[in-house]
């Protein structure tokens, strides 16, 4: 340099240097520094020598490749020298444990708060390190689809693994507090939630399953619950909601409840949420809200609101879900087994013998009539052919219709006496039938 | 060498006659099965004469008393039937000729009242109670089942004119059934009447049935369960005499019979056979599997038998039969096995568990705890 330019040089900067104004930042020094919106505490008091130090008396003349000033410490050593030491707990962010500050931060300024070039989506910049691949699912998180990281993770370190800053649970109920309130007054507790994490169930960034569940469901469920999974699959007839989009959740409320079997209501409440209308399936099925509505005379587990006593919810291989054997047609050639399902409850000896005076009272003298209209090889009646499922108009579940036979339905017109009674049905002509004195029906017929 | 052989002699002699010098006397309580099985029946008591009831009294008297006849010591003879009704005990005792009421809480030892005049008793076998208290008596001399009201006082007989040899009897709200020994049937008499309505099991061409009936039992549900000698069988019948289930044969064996007489079912639905030929008394299942037996041929104290002919089984004074348990033994059940012979008349047992022992709710067998360990450790 010739004598006279550094000799003017050293008139215009050297004083204030030595004086420690601000005049790093003149219109041709360092000026870009100023214009970041959020700057550094010493860089807006232009305290530069608070991180930099002077390492050559030439600033801002560069001789050769060295630079004329440093920084007082390195790396996070010169951070420590204002702020905390991190990097203490149990879980330590990567760049803080290797002492990266500027990994992340800005040194003197940046667009966004905390030195960092962010904007309210932190989404992009923690993915400038971080494997995007578990934020693509179709359902998000709700923090996850806003970008708000740190709304579930500490950014430097914590104690909890995941640079999550409280436990599992408490921090997700921290948002979820009307969740929390209601978990609090249940009776009934789902266990993975009161003893697990609730990451054993859902992820917490995205998921391709609905409600940010591990998989969709029944899978997820099954893993636990192994006898829904043996039922699932061998059932052959379906209960419809658990293939529905909603699966098992179209029936349990998955977390807590007040009912048993964490059901949101009781179990016929919420069988007749769906069975209770006139437009489920097609042909519809019965509504069976109508079909209960102002009768007494209720199939015992109608009565006792327990559909699942006749009913398996999550499949079978008997029609109609059943828990066990009965035919599917009106007539059915009769074979023992075939209504184990009925004779679960009811008394298996009803059908075993033509002649009885103890399993029936439905018998002219010691004739089983029930034997009569069942157990016969090529024609038998199934109970339905007389009897309604789940509740009658009289008594026995006699309805006052009758049971559906192609477009008609069958009246029954059944009586009954203190020793018998009278049956009229579309069936066969009047018949009476009496227990003590049996009616001799070929006189009757000579008649 | 001749003092030698003396010697030898006297020291054989001494361990041949304590050998012979007769039953082992029991040391402490008597457990069947066996130890190391776990323990579910004890021996309890005996009964042979009032005097185990009511206590020793003394004979001594300055003066003869009217009323002096009731302190003498009433014998059972040769009992053949027991039951139990409302905590008492009625023991048939066909030597006696008289039915034996014992009140085991109340100390007392009493014969039938109404057993004189018509409603004498020749060879009482066995007997029943309706719901209302009445009993039934099967007299096998007399060929007829003699009714007595609730309080022993003779009512009617049943039965002359069927030639029956009525060996047991059982009674619901309406029927009385009556094993017919010389027809080898059921014979089904209204109750209050004693007509005969219907003959029941009987063999056909077609179907099993009975052979040589002695003993019948019905259940809380109202299942009639019959010993047969000639065939060795159990059969359990509805009351309609629809054969449901049969079991066991003739033999030596687990689960077989050589003479099999007394029948009772308590209310878990176990079935307890006395055995006069085995002499003990078998307990099975409702599905007629082999659960255990108990009691050993003979005539020593400590639960032995001695052709046995009946068995009864109840629920009611167990705290009063707990006392005599083991401390470490807790009673389900009393049972009572008549011996026709030796000193032991009415043999007293308790079904039960050691205290600890966990039960299986379903079938009331305890649950093996060196299963239940072996089963901790492999996991």
């Known amino acids: 340099m010739p004598l006279p330019l550094m000799i003017l040089v050293c008139l215009c900067c050297l004083p204030a240097l030595a004086s420690g104004e601000s005049t790093c930042f003149t219109a041709n020094c360092h000026r870009a520094i100023m214009e970041l919106k959020h700057l550094h505490a010493p860089v807006r008091d232009e305290n530069c020598l608070a991180c930099h130090v002077r390492i050559t008396t030439t600033h801002p003349i560069l001789v050769g490749n060295g630079k004329s000033f440093g920084l007082v410490a390195e790396g996070a050593k010169l951070c420590e020298k204002c702020h905390d030491a991190l990097g203490r707990k149990r879980v330590v962010h990567g760049p803080v444990r290797e002492g990266k500050c500027l990994a992340c931060h800005r040194a003197h300024g940046a667009s966004g708060e905390q030195l960092l070039d962010v904007g309210d989506d932190q989404t992009s910049f923690c993915l400038g390190c971080h494997d995007p691949a578990s934020f693509k699912g179709q359902f998000m998180h709700g923090p996850v689809a806003t970008g708000e990281c740190t709304k579930c993770h500490n950014p430097h370190e914590s104690s909890e693994p995941g640079l999550l800053p409280a436990k599992g649970r408490d921090l997700c109920l921290r948002c979820h507090a009307d969740f929390a309130k209601a978990m609090a007054a249940a009776t009934v507790v789902h266990p993975p939630v009161s003893e697990r994490p609730c990451t054993s169930c859902h992820t917490p960034h995205s998921s391709p399953a609905a409600h940010i569940l591990k998989k969709k469901m029944p899978d997820l469920c099954t893993d636990c619950h192994e006898q829904v999974a043996r039922k699932l699959s061998e059932a052959t007839v379906q209960h419809k909601p658990l293939q529905s989009k909603e699966s098992c959740g179209s029936c349990h409320s998955p977390h807590f409840s007040t009912t048993k079997g964490l059901l949101p209501n009781t179990e016929q409440e919420v069988c007749l949420g769906c069975h209770g209308s006139d437009s489920l399936g097609s042909p519809p099925l019965s509504n069976l809200k109508k079909e209960l509505a102002s009768k007494k005379d209720l199939h015992a587990p109608v009565k006792n609101g327990t559909c699942d006593s006749c009913h398996d919810p999550h499949g079978s291989p008997y029609g109609k879900i059943l828990k066990g054997p009965y035919p599917a047609q009106f007539y059915a050639p009769y074979k023992e087994g075939d209504y184990d399902f009925c004779l679960s409850c009811h008394d298996k000896s009803m059908l075993k013998f033509p002649e009885t005076t103890i399993y029936t009272k439905f018998r002219n003298g010691n004739r089983n009539l029930h034997y009569v209209h069942v157990v016969h090889k090529r024609k038998g009646r199934t109970c339905r052919a007389c009897h309604e499922p789940h509740a009658g108009d009289g008594l026995k579940l006699i309805g006052k219709n009758g049971p559906r036979f192609g477009d008609w339905r069958i009246p029954i017109r059944h009586t009954m006496t203190p020793t018998g009674g009278s049956c009229a049905p579309g069936c066969h002509r009047k018949f009476d039938y009496d227990r003590e004195k049996a009616v001799d029906y070929l006189k009757d017929q000579k008649k | ?379």
């Open chain 2, 1 to 379: 060498m001749q003092q030698y052989r003396r010697a030898v002699m006297l020291l054989i002699s001494a361990m041949v006659f304590s050998g012979c010098s007769g039953a082992k006397t029991a040391t402490g309580p008597v457990f069947f099965p066996m130890a190391p099985n776990p323990p579910r029946v004890q021996y309890l008591m005996k009964v042979s004469n009032s005097e185990d009831i009511e206590g020793k009294k003394s004979s001594f008297t300055l003066f003869a008393r009217k009323d002096q006849k009731d302190d003498q010591v009433r014998h059972i003879i040769k009992p053949y039937g027991v039951t139990t009704h409302k905590g008492r005990i009625f023991i048939c005792d066909t030597g006696g000729g008289t039915i034996s009421i014992i009140d085991p809480v109340a100390k007392t030892f009493l014969p039938l009242k109404g057993n004189f005049s018509t409603g004498k008793l020749r060879k009482p076998v066995n007997l029943a109670f309706g719901n209302d208290g009445t009993m039934y008596v099967a007299d096998v001399e007399r060929k007829e089942v003699l009714v007595y009201d609730p309080e022993g006082n003779f009512k009617t007989a049943f039965g002359k004119d069927l030639e029956m040899k009525p060996t047991d009897v059982a009674v619901d709200d309406k029927f009385l059934y009556v094993i017919d020994m010389a027809h080898s049937e059921i014979k089904v008499l209204d109750s209050k009447s004693g007509k005969l309505l219907n003959q029941i099991g009987k063999r056909t061409e077609t179907t099993d049935g009975l052979a040589l009936p002695s003993n019948l039992a019905m259940d809380g549900k109202g299942f009639l369960y019959v010993t047969n000698t000639l065939s060795g069988k159990v059969m359990k019948f509805d009351r309609d005499g629809h054969l449901l289930q049969s079991f066991g044969k003739l033999g030596d064996g687990f689960g077989q019979f050589g003479r099999p007489k007394g029948i009772t079912v308590d209310d878990a639905g176990r079935i307890y056979v006395a055995d006069s030929a085995h002499q003990n008394v078998q307990l099975f299942n409702e599905k007629g599997r082999l659960l255990m037996f108990f009691g050993d041929p003979g005539s020593a104290p400590g639960g032995t038998m001695n052709l046995p002919t009946s068995v009864a089984v109840s629920k009611e004074n167990l705290d009063f039969y707990q006392k005599m348990a083991d401390p470490s033994f807790e009673l389900e059940n009393v049972i009572f096995v008549i011996n026709q012979y030796g000193s032991n008349k009415l043999s007293v047992y308790g079904l039960g568990h050691r205290k600890g022992d966990e039960l299986d709710p379903a079938t009331g067998d305890i649950k093996a705890k060196e299963q239940q360990s072996s089963a901790d450790t492999k996991k």
